[in-house]
């Protein structure tokens, strides 16, 4: 895997992007592979041309379209008619009646990425779509710095897609994570270091051999595929907006483009516009932008993570100050929760709704909770949670607080013996609750 680049795909009628914009000065550039400014070093976002997608995009056109993320096809930042679509999106928008109950809230939504395709979490989204124009760039080989769940993602859609993978993570990641990017032979790297080492190590790597990074050189096609869990809710509830979202913060990336996503189908006219409170959930172990946030910065001073919530570890967030400056502008919040709270939260969403999260989910949940108990979110509000992976992935999170099976002989008393005593332990753990 040397010079991996092809000639470039030919534009074609149905892009409705224009090409890439400086968050920061406003510069514009090609939609190329790059996603620095090279004028004052801002990120680079995708621009689109909203008067044609107003006069083109109707929630029936969107409806008639395939169930998965390329419903949205024209908001996204591709060229082609036939992008990489593995079924990815539309997952699941639960009302979660008895966690509401809970918490003393009356309508709670769980947006589902825990159970996306093909790897179990919202990184699929962002990795259809970077590979789409990945291709569509002319690499063949691609890449990715993670903390696990865009390892999977990355080496799952590659091999579907035809395309040579090599992935960097920590050598400390989960084991269920490691094995769920082995298995579609990738080449891995497992670094000695933090997911910040990594990615550091990963632009080298960029410029060096000239591979497309999901997440660095093609980083502003990638995190577009992150709009699509706004759309989808939008569409889910009705065409209207939620009043409140809770999510995690990594990066930042995932809450600033929820908040596009939502601000683009307002722009050309899908839905009402409306106030939507936005609220982020990080560990005590790796928070930055809370800590920014509390303290009223308007910029992150990096940490070194020290949390089992590893999927949401960075502590250098490329996109921490306009996550601060989105939950301020919109009334949120942004708290931290301790690893404690974490595995409470994981237990939590489990056996209210059926749903087994991992780090990242559990961290949003505790401090969904955190938020409810603190007076921060009404319970009127329509609250829309985002849990953005499967708990199989991390299992070794959970291990030591679920108890553990009755053993029994195969006989009827055996099995009324360690019945009275489940029932028996039930009582004292409601007793304990109650207290």
């Not at 991996?4 to 939609?31: D, H, N, V």
């Not at 949003?364 to 199989?392: F, M, P, Q, R």
């Amino acid at each position: 895997m040397t010079q991996t680049i092809a000639p470039t795909c030919s534009r074609t009628s149905a892009a409705t992007f224009t090409g890439l914009k400086c968050k920061e000065c406003g510069a514009e550039y090609e939609a190329k592979a790059m996603h620095v400014c090279e004028l004052c070093f801002g990120p680079l976002e995708v621009a689109y041309d909203y008067e044609v997608l107003r006069q083109t995009v109707t929630r029936e056109s969107i409806a008639n379209g395939p169930n998965s993320i390329w419903r949205y096809r024209q908001f996204l930042p591709v060229e082609t008619d036939h992008p990489i679509d593995v079924g990815t999106g539309m997952t699941p928008l639960l009302q979660a009646n008895r966690l509401a109950r809970r918490l003393g809230l009356k309508r709670l939504y769980i947006k589902n990425d825990a159970v996306n395709m093909p790897t179990l979490s919202f990184k699929d989204r962002v990795v259809s779509v970077a590979l789409t124009r990945a291709r569509e760039l002319g690499f063949t080989t691609v890449s990715c710095a993670s903390t696990g769940n865009l390892a999977n993602s990355t080496a799952a859609i590659a091999a579907h897609a035809g395309l040579d993978c090599c992935v960097f993570i920590p050598s400390d990641l989960e084991a269920g994570k490691v094995l769920g990017t082995l298995i579609y032979s990738p080449t891995v790297m497992a670094v000695h270091g933090n997911y910040d080492q990594v990615n550091r190590l990963c632009s080298e790597v960029a410029n060096t051999h000239g591979w497309g990074f999901v997440n660095i050189n093609l980083r502003p096609y990638y995190s577009e595929g992150s709009k699509t869990l706004g759309y989808e809710v939008v569409e889910q509830l009705g065409w209207e907006l939620p009043d409140h979202i809770v999510a995690p913060l990594a990066s930042g990336s995932l809450f600033t483009k929820i908040y596009k996503g939502f601000q683009e189908f307002v722009k050309v006219g899908l839905v009402d516009e409306k106030p939507v409170r936005f609220s982020g959930a990080q560990a005590e172990g790796c928070s930055p932008i809370a800590q920014a946030f509390r303290e009223g910065r308007d910029f992150i001073t990096p940490v070194k993570p020290d949390t089992i919530a590893k999927s949401i570890a960075i502590g250098n967030p490329a996109d921490g100050v306009y996550a601060v400056e989105i939950a301020q502008k919109t009334n949120g919040n942004i708290e931290s929760v301790t690893d404690q709270e974490i595995v409470d939260g994981i237990k939590l969403l489990a056996e209210t709704e059926g749903i087994f999260t991992e780090t990242a989910g559990g961290t949003t949940i505790a401090t969904l909770k955190k938020l409810v108990e603190a007076g921060k979110i009404n319970s009127d509000e329509t609250t829309v949670v985002y849990i953005t992976g499967n708990g199989l992935k991390t299992q070794e999170a959970v291990q030591g607080y679920v108890g553990e099976p009755l053993t029994i002989e195969p006989k009827l008393d055996s099995f009324e013996r360690a019945l009275e005593r489940a029932q028996t332990l039930d009582r004292l753990e409601w007793q304990q609750v109650l207290v």
